[in-house]
């Protein structure tokens, strides 16, 4: 192991970032949706991995609830508990802070943790925006509308997440693409709409065909799409972290882009990324999407 580096110190060299990035916030993330400028994602479950995804110049860092599946070894994010959230995500924030990181932090409220009502929802928001976080994110559709709002209200920002949700994949009958018929396209639409009315500044569409996360963008002015497995045409681009670095427990997604291949080393790997999602380079309609 090696010894732990003084405060002032940038730790474990790849973290030392040649100059210091202006802090990435929410009007940052506003005034980039606006010129155009793709919004980069990555999820961090760790010190070290933010550390290094900052310095990459990644915008945003996600503790998602993966961490169950990547980290923890469990076959869902069912399984993840609000203790776990605010354990990783109190790495993830001292990491960025040991470097005076720019990305913002957004952390995944866990299954169980908002559904009962808002005022649940409220408390677990604050235990992870107290361990760190800038913005919590949360999953769902119509039934989320009042507690985004209830929650963006009292000064938490929220990030939504609709499509595959995969906390309710039981329910949905595996990870499959959401919105291919005209009725459910038309209801994640509805819902988009009213979750940006209800305050949420970002979006994450997960496996949807790529023409109707297209169509969700150009209506959200005020709430910036972040696509998964959603073809191109998004505001900005989420990767699972161990995914893009090509290492996985299971077979890979058919939209994930190995980008270690040909990097010299995982800094620069994840450099590739960000240029890859900036230049429009990834995702490519047609090979990662549907
Ligand atoms: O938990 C997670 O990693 C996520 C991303 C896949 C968007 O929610």
Do not use: N
């Given at each position: 192991m090696p010894t732990p580096a003084a405060d002032t110190a940038a730790p474990y060299g790849a973290a030392a970032a040649p100059a210091p990035r202006k802090a990435v916030n929410l009007a940052r993330i506003a005034d980039m949706h606006a010129r155009?400028?793709?919004?980069?994602?990555?999820?961090a479950y760790d010190a070290t991995f933010a550390a290094v995804a900052d310095a990459a110049g990644v915008d945003c860092l996600l503790v998602g609830d993966s961490v169950?599946?990547?980290?923890?070894?469990?076959?869902?994010?069912?399984?993840?508990?609000?203790?776990v959230m605010r354990h990783y995500t109190e790495?993830?924030?001292?990491?960025?802070?040991?470097?005076?990181?720019?990305?913002?932090?957004?952390?995944?409220?866990?299954?169980?943790?908002?559904?009962e009502s808002r005022e649940q929802a409220l408390r677990s928001a604050t235990a992870l925006m107290q361990a760190g976080a800038q913005m919590v994110k949360l999953e769902g559709g119509g039934w989320t509308v009042d507690t985004v709002r209830f929650i963006t209200e009292r000064g938490i920002p929220v990030c939504a997440h609709l499509g595959l949700t995969p906390q309710t994949v039981h329910a949905l009958g595996g990870y499959r693409v959401q919105g291919r018929d005209e009725a459910s396209a038309a209801r994640l639409c509805q819902d988009a709409r009213a979750l940006q009315d209800a305050g949420a500044a970002m979006l994450v569409l997960e496996m949807v065909p790529a023409r109707l996360a297209r169509a969700v963008t150009a209506e959200l002015a005020r709430c910036a799409t972040i696509g998964i497995g959603a073809g191109s045409g998004t505001a900005g681009q989420v990767l699972v972290l161990h995914d893009m670095l090509g290492i996985h427990l299971g077979k890979p997604a058919k939209f994930v882009r190995n980008f270690m291949a040909g990097a010299d080393g995982i800094e620069a790997g994840l450099r590739s990324f960000v240029h890859a999602v900036k230049d429009g380079s990834f995702p490519e309609d047609g090979v990662h999407a549907w």
């Open positions: 155009g400028e793709k919004i980069t994602m990555l999820t169950g599946m990547v980290c923890q070894g469990l076959d869902s994010t069912v399984g993840v508990s609000l203790d790495s993830v924030a001292r990491g960025l802070r040991r470097v005076q990181g720019a990305a913002w932090l957004i952390a995944d409220l866990p299954f169980g943790s908002y559904q």
